[in-house]
């Protein structure tokens, strides 16, 4: 945990800076989330669709901060409606929580 959001953020550029191609480092407020370069949410679930035999048009994602935005872009995303601002920016679509999400899944 670090002070702040903004030292976490600086502090994962520099992390992906320095280890390019052998980690990366997403913000998460004032955390960092750290994995293996090439792996992300997004690459988790995408492995398992193809495990279950799933449509990626089927798959809707959920989240709050930077960290969730590999996954977002990937699938059906959607950022929760008290995401980070910068997140209403990169991704348009909104619920409320994951009950609305579910319904929406469902409608589609």
Known sequence: LLKNENDAKELAELLNE??????????????????????SKATGIAHYAELMGLDKNDIYTVGDFFNDL??????NGYVVDTCHPEMKKLIPNVCIDIAHLTEIAYKN
């Not at 320095?18 to 792996?39: M, Q």
Request: charged share 15%; aromatic share 18%; no cysteine.
């Open 70 to 75: 590999p996954m977002l872009q990937a699938f």
């Open 18 to 39: 320095k280890f390019e191609g052998r980690l990366t480092s997403y913000s998460n407020g004032a955390w960092i989330n750290t994995v293996k370069y090439g792996t």
